[in-house]
């Protein structure tokens, strides 16, 4: 989910941070800049596309055989949604979606600046991928601290204005600038080069519900989930984007237990019983009720 640029809020609540960061000279390409992730062992096995009938684009974490953690934005809409993985060849498969589980303090239809919920999502998939996959274990992350690198890949395009660059697994450097309060609690991860001031690495369309994780190839950890994004500071007024600037992240070490409990329902629902209708379509997500 893309915003306009929250200037404001990330000046007044970043302003230290910014002043203080040291800014290292090493190369930051971003998912909206083209570091394709070729690796037959890397994130292919771990990072999928969600995919909606309406036209939608989500990226997604493999955190069981067939359970896919995503940001609740990605599936609020009453449509029909697949997943797509692709194998040690680089070679697209779509698996559809049974059901889905938003977290039930989600509020859909509210922008990411008054979204009071959090922007969380599990999808049961209608069959369990197999050994070519590997998930990724959403227990024991931890917080994200402020300083820290960590590292996001996703789906989705590499500008706003390229559309048709979108479907390619990318990935990039970034690091963690602190919390930001707007209605929600996020996480904020940029460009460690840039950090902000101009256009760098970060999410853009498409890359919404992918992970944010820490570690390295054949050691990553999923420490986050990505909600939205804003522009950088410095934009040209002619061409504002709401990319490559701050990315926001639902950081999932403050919702274990959600997903530890919601992922352990959804194991246990057979896909004869997820309700659905037509080809997936309308009420197939099963939501519990709302905490009060």
Same mark, same amino acid.
């Given at each position: 989910?893309?915003?306009?640029?929250?200037?404001?809020?990330?000046?007044?609540?970043?302003?230290?941070?910014?002043?203080?960061?040291?800014?290292?000279?090493?190369?930051?390409?971003?998912?909206?800049?083209?570091?394709?992730?070729?690796?037959?062992?890397?994130?292919?096995?771990? *990072?999928?596309?969600?995919?909606?009938? #309406?036209? %939608?684009?989500?990226?997604?974490?493999?955190?069981?055989?067939?359970?896919?953690?995503?940001?609740? !934005?990605?599936?609020?809409?009453?449509?029909?949604?697949?997943?797509?993985?692709?194998?040690? #060849?680089?070679?697209?498969?779509?698996?559809?979606?049974?059901?889905?589980?938003? !977290?039930?303090?989600?509020?859909?239809?509210?922008?990411?600046?008054?979204?009071?919920?959090?922007?969380?999502?599990?999808?049961?998939?209608? %069959?369990?991928?197999?050994?070519?996959?590997?998930?990724?274990?959403?227990?024991?992350?931890?917080?994200?601290?402020?300083?820290?690198?960590?590292?996001?890949?996703?789906?989705?395009?590499? $500008? %706003?204005?390229?559309?048709?660059?979108?479907?390619?697994?990318?990935?990039?450097?970034?690091?963690?600038?602190?919390?930001? #309060? *707007?209605?929600?609690?996020?996480?904020?991860?940029?460009?460690?080069?840039?950090?902000? %001031?101009?256009?760098?690495?970060?999410?853009?369309?498409?890359?919404?519900?992918?992970?944010?994780?820490?570690?390295?190839?054949?050691?990553?950890?999923?420490?986050?989930?990505?909600?939205?994004?804003?522009?950088?500071? #410095?934009?040209?007024?002619?061409?504002?984007?709401?990319?490559?600037?701050?990315?926001?992240?639902?950081?999932?070490?403050?919702?274990?237990?959600?997903?530890?409990?919601?992922? $352990?329902?959804?194991?246990?629902?057979?896909?004869?019983?997820?309700?659905?209708?037509?080809?997936?379509?309308?009420?197939?997500?099963?939501?519990?009720?709302?905490?009060?």
């Amino acid at each position: 989910m893309l915003v306009s640029p929250l200037r404001k809020a990330f000046l007044g609540a970043f302003s230290g941070v910014l002043a203080g960061a040291a800014l290292l000279p090493s190369p930051a390409r971003a998912v909206i800049q083209g570091e394709v992730s070729r690796d037959p062992n890397g994130l292919r096995a771990s *990072v999928v596309r969600i995919e909606s009938t #309406q036209g %939608e684009i989500c990226s997604g974490t493999l955190i069981g055989p067939d359970l896919v953690l995503t940001a609740a !934005h990605c599936v609020m809409h009453r449509a029909g949604y697949s997943v797509v993985v692709v194998d040690r #060849q680089f070679r697209p498969r779509r698996v559809g979606a049974a059901a889905a589980s938003m !977290h039930p303090d989600f509020v859909p239809g509210t922008t990411p600046e008054d979204q009071p919920g959090v922007d969380l999502a599990l999808i049961k998939l209608s %069959e369990p991928l197999g050994a070519d996959f590997l998930p990724l274990d959403p227990r024991g992350g931890g917080s994200i601290a402020t300083g820290e690198s960590v590292d996001i890949a996703g789906f989705g395009v590499v $500008a %706003e204005n390229r559309r048709n660059t979108a479907r390619t697994l990318r990935q990039a450097h970034l690091v963690s600038i602190g919390s930001l #309060q *707007v209605a929600n609690r996020v996480t904020v991860v940029t460009d460690r080069r840039r950090m902000a %001031e101009t256009a760098g690495a970060g999410a853009c369309l498409g890359d919404s519900g992918g992970p944010i994780l820490r570690g390295g190839p054949g050691g990553y950890q999923i420490v986050g989930v990505v909600s939205w994004s804003s522009g950088a500071m #410095q934009q040209n007024t002619r061409m504002r984007t709401a990319c490559g600037g701050f990315t926001a992240v639902t950081p999932i070490g403050e919702h274990a237990g959600w997903i530890a409990s919601r992922a $352990a329902e959804l194991a246990r629902l057979q896909v004869s019983e997820a309700p659905r209708e037509r080809a997936g379509r309308a009420d197939w997500m099963a939501r519990p009720a709302r905490r009060r």
